[in-house]
């Protein structure tokens, strides 16, 4: 077997990326439209293999600089073995993607975009399970994503009084199945503006319940206001006790006066 070589502990770390003779290539469309989604960031994840009957006598790895001066090493044949592979690119103004000189392996291909779901190869359905490639050495691949729209929910924080309640933290439920039971879940979340409005973007289609819960100095404010209250009812409390003691004897439209005043 063929070894790599060792890395130099005085050297930065190195980057071993496989590559070979491969190629996935596709376009990222809008589901509804059609339309290419520009920008969009297309990951390809997986493992690599070496290439079938291949033995020994492995090209030497290229090694250049990446970002940060960090080594960047490309290895071919056997001299990669099995390796964690994962590449990224983004997309043209055409939606289109390509992952030239890959190696044999299998791998995931992704796509995400803000206002966007996320969207895997082979997803049937949003949030849906991915469908693994399993790409031979040399072999050419197209692919096409095609993305939804995120789902959104708008909307007003109105307190017990009728006014907007500002900087209310929002938040987003719906139910799913966990171990074969039904289950709520918080699935997305946000505050409110110093309106009072709220927007959650990038939701999965489906039924949600959402709730609102004051912001923390609302509810700081409303604790002191509470406690200053209790404190008040409890002198004007004490101070009645004192007026009817102190008036025993007098006529008693001067003691409702006294518990007027108080």
Do not use: C, H
Not at 181 to 202: A, I, P
């Amino acid at each position: 077997p063929v070894s790599l070589p060792q890395r130099d502990p005085t050297q930065p770390n190195m980057r071993r990326i496989p590559v070979g003779s491969g190629l996935i290539s596709g376009t990222v469309t809008i589901a509804d439209t059609g339309q290419p989604v520009r920008n969009a960031r297309v990951s390809l994840n997986g493992t690599t293999r070496p290439p079938e009957g291949a033995a020994g006598g492995a090209t030497a790895p290229v090694t250049t600089i990446g970002r940060g001066g960090v080594p960047i090493q490309m290895t071919t044949g056997v001299a990669m073995g099995t390796m964690s592979f994962s590449r990224s690119v983004l997309t043209d103004a055409q939606g289109q993607f390509s992952f030239p000189r890959l190696p044999a392996g299998q791998f995931s291909l992704n796509a995400s975009r803000n206002q966007f779901l996320p969207v895997s190869y082979g997803q049937r359905r949003p949030n849906g399970q991915g469908t693994s490639i399993q790409l031979a050495d040399g072999q050419q691949m197209k692919a096409t994503l095609q993305m939804l729209r995120g789902a959104v929910i708008t909307g007003t924080v109105i307190g017990p009084e009728g006014d907007p309640q500002p900087y209310a933290q929002i938040r987003a439920w719906r139910y799913a199945m966990t171990n074969g039971f039904k289950r709520l879940q918080q699935t997305g979340g946000g505050s409110t503006d110093d309106r009072g409005m709220y927007r959650l973007s990038g939701l999965q289609p489906g039924p949600y319940l959402v709730s609102a819960t004051p912001s923390s100095s609302e509810l700081m404010s409303e604790r002191t206001m509470a406690d200053s209250n209790a404190v008040e009812r409890a002198i004007v409390s004490g101070l009645r006790e004192y007026l009817a003691e102190v008036s025993v004897g007098l006529p008693e439209t001067v003691l409702r006066m006294a518990l007027a005043a108080a």
